[in-house]
């Protein structure tokens, strides 16, 4: 299959535009009645200047065609000449009319799909798993998302209508030729195959150099995505001129592509109209040899010129859009590659939904490996009772994270199985499995919205007073009530206004809101200050009554806090047992310890 037509084959793609054009098909309809009566007004509008021409300067009697307009012609050369002058006015401006109806109905149409493309991809997006976005580069997706979705528009409405209104052009008009002057309609003709032969060849490589373009946009939004997110990182090891030697020379290739795709694009352009000077030169020639031989009359002449005028616009606006077509394509392609990949697997028709569970957790002979990656677990088996306080701990890479994404369905195990109060969570649905874990990641993000919002966010129903409960029961309350509109402060992006404490206690807030029966906490207190460090702990210590409690830790001081001690090593649980019984077995967790001490 072409990359260049793999997105005609897109289920994903025609599933989303074959909607909207259905939802849409009345303004079609009306822009395809529009479109005809500009084809047929076009072809009137030279008439006008043969009846001018023929029969009322050089008084040629009236052909038997035309035998209808006689009365026109009895009223006298005056009034005849201002009614064809009349028609003249009133064709241009049933043109411009129609021609804005089209336009308009069209353009409606296609920002229809576009909105519709958009929602459509930020809805799939979401739903593909967490190995396909790690993988990704977040630039490159937000170019899908918003640039290419925006070219689609001229593919799936205003070219395929425009491209239909040329096509009937070119057909009518060498009719209407022929009907005139076999000969010369011939000569017209035989122009034909040389401009399509040169569109079809130079389209193609506009096609690949936009291609090209396209992939290095897509960088370019990545590196400049990337820098943003990590200027403060940029800032204090002084990389800004290194780092504005590489967004540079990401610039000059999309530059570079982009006028190469401009050069070819120019080149279509250019043959066309050499083409087309061509044709015209000959047919005026020969043309005005047939008026000479008395075989054409002038009026005949200028209405067959004013057709080859027109008939060689269509093809030149056919170039123009060949290379927009090009652009268009391979963006449809690039958002049909992304419809097209599988979403994570949907709850089976008979999921059970998680209704208040206790809370124990066991993982039995559990194994899981990133897709072509190391083993991250190798037949992990471990139990945590319903209301436990476990501390997770392990060297990098021990798979204390993997673990913790598992158990929210985030990843699915390689083999083995995860349960919750004995059942296997792939038999629960995803929404109340999440639902009922409460989630405080170690990167405390925010959104930026309001406190309430932000809070809010796993429970949108959540009332005014489960909020302040929630913040209160975060040691959070305090400080919101501070803010300058309360709960209903707007944040900046990533809650920059905030300390790393704040945000923290604000996450450990939005997680609890929503009561859940098992809390995860991943590294709490890595980077707060010693004061957040206190409040978070005394938080944890006052919410964890009837909830299993799961905290990858960091700080082995603290290890007295939790029933257990879990320790990970190469994917697999190494020990286990109550932080003083595990130092004094002086096995793989005081090894830790005395690491961190060092």
């Not at 001018?52 to 040629?60: P, S, Y």
């Not at 008009?173 to 022929?178: D, E, T």
């Not at 997680?511 to 010693?530: G, Q």
Request: glycine share 8%; proline share 4%; with cysteine.
């Amino acid at each position: 299959m072409s990359t260049g037509t793999h997105f005609l084959h897109s289920r994903g793609l025609r599933a989303v535009v074959g909607r909207c054009l259905r939802e849409q098909r009345w303004p079609l309809a009306l822009a395809g009645l529009s479109l005809l009566g500009v084809v047929l007004a076009e072809l009137l509008a030279p008439w006008p200047l043969k009846i001018i021409f023929d029969h009322l300067l050089l008084g040629r009697p009236l052909p038997p065609s035309l035998a209808a307009l006689q009365p026109l012609l009895d009223l006298g050369a005056w009034p005849a000449l201002l009614v064809c002058a009349a028609a003249i006015a009133l064709i241009a401006l049933a043109v411009g009319a129609l021609s804005y109806l089209q336009l308009y109905t069209t353009a409606r149409v296609g920002h229809r799909i576009t909105w519709q493309l958009r929602c459509a991809l930020f809805t799939h997006l979401q739903r593909l798993s967490l190995a396909y976005h790690r993988a990704s580069r977040s630039g490159e997706l937000l170019t899908k998302v918003a640039g290419d979705t925006n070219l689609l528009r001229d593919l799936f409405a205003d070219w395929l209508l425009t491209f239909v209104r040329h096509a009937l052009t070119l057909v009518a008009m060498l009719g209407v030729m022929f009907w005139l002057n076999w000969q010369l309609a011939l000569v017209v003709m035989a122009t034909l195959p040389p401009l399509l032969g040169t569109i079809y060849f130079l389209n193609r490589r506009v096609k690949a150099s936009v291609r090209e373009q396209r992939r290095f946009e897509g960088r370019m939004a990545s590196r400049l995505n990337e820098v943003l997110s990590s200027i403060a990182l940029v800032q204090a090891f002084g990389r800004q001129q290194h780092e504005e030697g590489r967004f540079q020379a990401e610039v000059q290739a999309s530059y570079d592509s982009g006028m190469k795709s401009v050069r070819t694009a120019g080149a279509i352009s250019k043959a066309i109209a050499v083409i087309s000077a061509a044709g015209t030169a000959l047919t005026v020639l020969l043309g005005a040899r047939e008026v000479l031989a008395g075989r054409l009359s002038p009026g005949e002449l200028l209405i067959f010129m004013a057709y080859v005028g027109s008939l060689y616009k269509p093809v030149r606006d056919l170039g123009r859009l060949s290379a927009k077509f090009s652009r268009a394509s391979v963006s449809a392609q690039r958002v049909a590659d992304i419809l097209d990949i599988a979403p994570d697997a949907e709850d089976a028709p008979d999921a059970l939904d998680l209704q208040r569970p206790a809370g124990e957790i066991v993982f039995e002979d559990v194994h899981f490996s990133y897709s072509g990656g190391r083993t991250v677990l190798a037949g992990l088996n471990l139990r945590i009772a319903a209301g436990e306080r476990v501390a997770l701990v392990g060297g990098s890479g021990a798979g204390k994270s993997t673990l913790v994404a598992l158990l929210l369905r985030l990843y699915e195990p390689s083999a083995g199985r995860i349960l919750i109060d004995g059942v296997d969570i792939r038999r629960y649905t995803r929404a109340s499995l999440r639902r009922e874990i409460g989630v405080v990641p170690q990167d405390n993000m925010l959104f930026a919205v309001s406190v309430r919002e932000n809070i809010a966010y796993g429970r949108p129903d959540a009332p005014q007073e489960a909020i302040e409960r929630a913040a209160m029961a975060a040691r959070a309350h305090e400080f919101v009530v501070g803010l300058p509109q309360g709960y209903d402060t707007e944040l900046p992006e990533r809650a920059s206004s905030l300390s790393g404490g704040q945000r923290q206690r604000l996450c450990l807030a939005r997680a609890l809101v929503k009561e859940p029966a098992v809390l995860v906490m991943d590294e709490p207190t890595a980077a707060v200050d010693a004061t957040s460090a206190r409040l978070i702990h005394e938080a944890v210590a006052h919410v964890h009554r009837h909830r299993t409690l799961l905290v990858i830790a960091h700080d082995y001081a603290d290890m007295a806090r939790y029933d257990r001690v879990l320790v990970l090593d190469g994917g697999r649980l190494v020990e286990q047992g109550a932080h003083d019984s595990l130092l004094a077995a002086r096995g793989p967790y005081l090894a830790l310890v005395e690491r961190r001490h060092a």
